[in-house]
């Protein structure tokens, strides 16, 4: 008997299949590898026709990002001596001086504190929430979960104009408290889903065996339910610090000096005549590197993740 | 309805046992769980949605606060749905829906029906194409403008390359031609990798022992794709259209970078309409009753689009 089966494709079908899905992510691929690469490239190397593929890689991008430069003359450059750091040198070559540090590092750590406010927030509402959801009668409990999904229908545009108002009446336009909890209202749908179906997974078995060792309802939630939930809360937890951390709409509408986010500050790096691309790719390249490497890490519960949690695989 | 398990342990347990079992009843415990989430929502999504619906029967505007604010009625409803602009705005929307779902569609599907022919390496290669998708749309929409340059742009060099036009001779952003084709592109090439995951995953819901069947049966491989494959995804790939779809409906981030609604208003879809007239113009009462027509399109179509997903999955 040959292993031969009806639903197995032939080597010559995964052959032929094979070659166009690799086909496709190099292409799709290519613009991604393409801001990387630029990052590296001198500002003539990333403007040059045609567009360059090798090159020698330059850290210029990078210092640009980072720092704030004047122009200043030969003489001037003279008398200030020999320059004290690599980056000094870099920018010398071009006749500027550093002039101080960039806005990038303030951006980026609002950034990183925004996203994981919101993370915890969103977390401990939502897993208290999904756990209540999955195991308790909650009156109108249908009507309750799709309100909190219907919350994700509306465009940020749609509602930014009176959270603009309440924000500036409550004073909290522009800090990091009010993106936190802006941040956290927009992602609890998405928590609260996910979490639930998580949670629905566990055995309510476990919970019972807890209860009647003498265990009290928040014993066996803290002890048993938050420990066998742990994957999912973290899967979880990083789309939702994914999707704070990409959000746009909100972050240019309302915040512009001290609470503002990465997102709206890249695309405004602008370098001596026009916009300075070594450097926006660099800005880039750090903004999006670790959502990549956190894409991979969460492959097994992407899908989950996108739909809130209506496809399981 | 799941029968609450703490009241089945009660029920087996001697009476002291139970009571001290229950301590906080479940009720209350429910309540201190679900109310911080309902109380943050409603305060930061449905109040300022009440207020939007308040706001958009006045002529009152955020930059003149003095003013005395007048209730006109349903005046800016009035004027919206009889606004000129407004009605080529809802067409450059409905131009770059449908063609996104369209193209994202057929692309997902026949990258998912390749992936799952199971060749070495898939799940790499799979990963690989899912990245875009998780990347934030400002940025990435930012970088696409360099892309789309002409002559240094790679994607003019690529197209220049492939088809031996001069790549300086087009400007995807800059031409009211090429523009909305532009957004289409980047859309597609950030969201294809969604629709695929999707239907992956409705592809390998189909159990094998169904298409042994047919082959027992002698049924062609064109005929098991229309009556098996097709059937059994449809209601993953509809449920992929309907995410796209609200979505889309939405889209700011990505196309306010790539394009800024230009060239004129070409590729001013709603969203960015919406914000010109309430952040730019400042017309906060008009404004408003355009943010609640949205709202309640994306509403009732997303409600009506529901219910035929039902209906599809119960067959």
Redesign the interface.
Known sequence: MSSYS??E?SAR???F??T???L??VI?????L??IG?SFKSPSDA?????KTFFQPTLEGYVNLFTTRTRVTEEQLKQMGEPTTWYDRLVRKDGLIIAGPSRFTERFYNSVIIGFGSTVLCIV??T??A???S????PLKDD?LF??L?????????????????FRSLGLNDTHAGMI??Y??VN??LS?WLLKGFIDEIP?EY??AA??D?Y???QAFYKVVLPQAATGIASTAIFCL?FA??E??FA??LTSGTAQT???F??TIIGVGG?D?PA??A??TL??VP??V???LL?KH??RG??FG??R? | MLHSSIDRVAHATPPAVAQRIRGLSDRAIAWIFVAPSIVLLLAINIFPLIWTIRLSFTNFRVNRPNEPVQFVGLRNYLNILTDEDIWLTMQATAHFLIWTIVLQVLIGFSLAYLINKKFRGNDLWTTLIVLPMMLSPAVVGNFWTFLYQPQIGLFNYAVGFLTGADPSSFSMIGDTSLAPWAIIIVDTWMWTPFVMLICLAGLRSIPNSIYEAAECDRASNWRQFWTITIPMVLPFLMLAILFRGIENFKMFDLVVQLTGGGPGSITELTSINLKREAFEKWRTGYASAYAVILFVTVFGLASIYVKALNKVKQR
Do not use: C, D, H
Request: zero cysteines; hydrophobic letters at 60%; aromatic letters at 14%.
């Open positions: 009806v639903t494709p079908q995964k052959w299949a094979g166009l899905v690799v496709y992510a799709t691929i290519l613009p991604l393409w801001i630029t403007i040059a026709y045609p567009p509402l939502g208290a929430a756990y209540a959801f195991r308790f009668k909650v309750l309100f909190i219907s919350t994700r229908m509306m465009p940020p545009i749609a509602v930014a104009i009176p959270i603009f108002l309440m909890l802006l956290t209202a609890l749908s609260v309510i919970e019972e209860l009647i003498g009290t309802r928040f994914i951390w990409n746009y709409a240019v509408l990465a997102p709206p890249i695309p916009q691309w926006v790719a800005g880039a903004f999006l959502v990549m956190f894409t991979i492959r992407l899908l996108i739909t209506a496809v695989k």
